[in-house]
């Protein structure tokens, strides 16, 4: 808002403002119901008001636009005139103008230069030729045009809050407004009672004196009701946000030439305001794509066998101490083979990778940068900017998106979010001194290592082996920039933390408690430090920082390769929240110190075979393998050397065995000697660089190292033996320079 | 007045003069407008910001409010004093209260707004920045500091 408005304008502004998206939304259930007469009535007094008010402001155009909507409302609601789609469009048209009136003198102070005269020309139209009036409400008792809306209300159920035709009026009586500046000073200084509260706390507890112990217990109820008072002032219901959707869904609807209807459940739902505002987007493009790509044509919806009209359906909810949010429609579902052969286009998946994927994980691809199903870009959508956005939206509350898809009947995206961001359950732990909170949205467990055993090094990147899985380990002070602590690595308190899709282990000197925090926001000069989400005051009064935990991860680069890498534990089961495929990786050594993986799948057994056993067969080397004749390849002979480093016998051990990983490839059972055994790693179905030799189907970055996928059926097709060193294999996916 | 910052404050000013809540950092006597003084507190204690800019000394509490501390000394590139017991003056910007953090306080004084020079071009360059000019008093220099240069973080 720039410019200095007047307080009269700025408040006709704001109610205005609120009273076009009721008129919105009472102009689409209108068009549903023509004979709602209190809705009707309800629309007319809203209008009625406007034109009021900016008569009295001096505002001739919005007057002029707003009356020209009046004289026709008068007419329907006189039963003079049926309500057509034509005359709703006209009113639509008509609030859209008011609306862009409004703004012009929100920002430049007066309504500006914009042409009304053919809007109002046609809403004087509609009036005019007057078809067969309908017999309609049969309520003679309304006088014609001019009549006090007070009147009219009066015999009926009013609308929630009820519209005084006056100037300045409308805001109901038990309501008023509150900047939210205050708000947010009344939570800083309630919150400073608290403190006060908890000290004068500590001093009575000593005491015996009874009045003022008592004093101070008054004083602890007290203050505790305040604090739930004035976090419930920030709340409100998420219908506010709902309000505009029936609009958005009707405008829609008819620019597609689909049916379709909007049912909204659990408006009440309160929620703080800041993250009423942080989903607006989100919900708004989920609705949008519910419609636009959800729901069939009125054709195919009856080919299909279910009514012509499609609906989409929010449903709001409270669930331990989070919101659901659910948006739902009932069309074909998303078509998950659709879905993938997209993605496999657009180059965001492997074809092969795509395939083995579940169906879950396909639908999940949707949330990838850059993916659109719409065949066509229209202005609705298919610009391939969108669900990875929502995602992002969601996530950056602490909230998360997951979809589920009933093939034939329709798909439901949920979102669970927060209810406020500003009090938040956090981990408080302590790293050089100073106290830091971590959310515990981001907190998967606790870890203590004695004496520093569990940590491995991998190339110089501490980590830990955490019930199988690699875990990387991030020392808060070397993030920190904090001096190293003077003990050597005594026991070692890890904070397993998810950023996104990936794990990580937070090393900090100690873990204190869990405490429910007042975030509070760093100055702009502080938020270029990154790994700073806000600040926080303590119990004993002093300031404590709160952990960006995908910052922190960013800055230790845990995290560089989002969409590459993958989580280093299942993501508990169900709706992976990372989302995308994810695949199991046998990851081993080969002699020139590089990386190589094969599919977990593949693998049968693990073997550790002395170098006696090896037979010769022909040129093969084999091995007698419970009960079979197991051929086995060398894989650091089978493939062509790339740096032409020496390399040391492969696969020799000095204890005289060999490390065999048994494959079953194209019905056949191999054995492949490698060097060593890294590990298993899950890896997530990200990009995959083409293979840079033969035998190699890809490359992929695992744990921060580039990790060459073998080509297990290349090999089988090839039978090498010792004498073939070098494999005639066709390279999938193209060879690199 | 040549360069000198306006504000809404001068009409507080009395017989045409500017007053200036005034304090010491190094040899250096430094005065902000008093409207933009929100208070002066001793002894606030700060928690550090790692990686923020040096001149940050830290966050503090101050009734609720997490306030940024920001050490003139450092911002003037004069060596620390450890062993000063720094007093803030909470100075209110855009960006919020910040706390100036100064070696001493002076008093409130009321400067002739025709002592009043833009500063010298021979002051450091670290200090030019921050400095929109000086009164002459009859004893000394009164440097008038531009609040929301050094309230920057």
Known sequence: MTGELDDVVREFLLESYENLDRLDRDLVVLESDPASRQTLASVFRTIHTIKGTCGFLGFSRLEAVAHSGESLLARLRDGKLALTPEITTGLLAMVDAVRELLGHIEEHDDEGTGDYTALIGTLRGLQEPAPAPVPGPADPATPAAEVDPEADQAGQEAVPSGREESRGGGVSDSTIRVDVALLDRLMDLVGELVLARNQLLRLTSAEQATTLAAASQRLNLVTTELQEGIMKARMQPIGNLWGKLPRIVRDLALACGKQVTIGMDGGETELDKTVVEAIRDPLTHLVRNAVDHGIEAPAARLAAGKPAEGRVGLRAWHEGGQVNLEISDDGSGIDVERVRRRAVDHGLVGREVAERMSERDAVDLIFLPGFSTADQVTNVSGRGVGMDVVRTNVERIGGRVDVRVLPGAGTTFRIEIPLTLAIIPALVVACAGHRYAIPQASLVELVRLEDGAGVETVHGAPVHRLRGRLLPLVHLRQQLGLPEPDAGPGSMDVVVLQAGDRRFGLVVDRVDDTEEIVVKPLSSGLKGVGVLAGATIMGDGTVALILDVVGVAQRAGVVQEAHERPSSEPAAGTAAPGGGQRRDLLVFQTPDDGRMAVPLPMVDRLEELPVAAVELAGQEEVVQYRGDILPLVRVSATLPERRGRPRHDGGQRPEGTIQVVVCTAEGRKVGLVVDRIVDIVEEHAGEQAPGSRPGSSGCIVLDGRVTELLDVEALLRGQPGPAAPALPVPVEEGVHP | ?153
């Open chain 2, 1 to 153: 007045m040549t360069g000198a910052v306006e504000h809404e404050g001068g009409e507080l000013a009395t017989g045409g003069g500017r007053q200036l809540c005034t304090f010491h950092v190094g040899d250096a006597w430094f005065g902000v407008e008093v409207t933009r003084v929100q208070e002066v507190v001793r002894a606030l204690q700060t928690t550090p910001v790692p990686l923020a800019p040096a001149v940050v000394s830290g966050l503090a509490n101050l009734r609720g409010q997490i306030v940024t501390a920001i050490d003139l000394r450092r911002r003037l590139e004069l060596p620390d004093d450890l062993g000063r017991a720094a007093t803030s003056v909470v100075v209110r910007t855009a960006d919020g209260a910040v706390s100036l953090l100064v070696d001493d306080m002076g008093d409130v004084v009321e400067a002739d707004p025709d002592a009043f020079e833009p500063p010298p071009e021979t002051m450091v360059a670290a200090a030019r920045s921050l400095i929109t000019g000086a009164y002459k008093l009859t004893d000394r220099l009164l440097l008038v500091l531009d609040v929301d240069a050094a309230a920057a973080s």
